[in-house]
């Protein structure tokens, strides 16, 4: 019969929370992270040896970092350029947000910079209307299309 000893690394989450990710570059939830040696019998984790150490984990993109991260200010939002206001002023006077995007992919924009202006100009709150799969920003009240009243 063999019996197998070995050291094995345990993971543990301390706590979780949000915070912003360097690598995602947005806010995300994280996991705090213990990683200890266990000594194994069977590899079946005993005890604790030791603490390796502790870490964030983004656990949208995985990557792991210091725990000081959790520390680090959030970088300020980019002040909204010229195209961002434009598109934002077009939604607030009632066009779907998707006119204001085919608007701007007609001009010759790169996909994702229309994406990027888009979703800035629109902001996450944005309004439907069912009938016309139209979305709004939520400064709008009524639909464009067929005047239903938003929600
Ligand atoms: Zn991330
Ligand atoms: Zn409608």
Do not use: W
């Not at 019998?41 to 990557?63: A, M, Q």
């Not at 800035?120 to 016309?132: E, F, I, N, V």
Request: glycine share 4%.
């Amino acid at each position: 019969m063999f019996i197998i000893f070995g050291n094995r690394v345990r993971h543990t989450t301390l706590s979780t929370g949000q915070f912003y990710c360097p690598q995602c570059k947005t806010r995300r939830n994280y996991e705090l992270r213990r990683a200890r040696n266990y000594f194994a019998l069977y590899f079946i984790p005993i005890f604790p040896l030791n603490t390796i150490g502790e870490y964030v984990r983004c656990t949208t993109c995985s990557t792991n970092f210091q725990p000081d991260v959790l520390k680090m200010p959030e970088p300020p939002a980019m002040p909204l350029d010229r195209m961002t206001l434009e598109a934002r002023a077009d939604m607030d006077s009632g066009t779907p947000i998707e006119f204001v995007r085919q608007k701007l992919i007609n001009t010759g924009l790169k996909l994702d910079l229309v994406q990027q202006t888009i979703e800035a100009a629109a902001g996450p709150d944005r309004r439907r209307c069912a009938a016309c799969d139209l979305t709004y920003r939520s400064t709008v009240q009524r639909c464009a299309r067929c005047g239903a009243e938003l929600k």
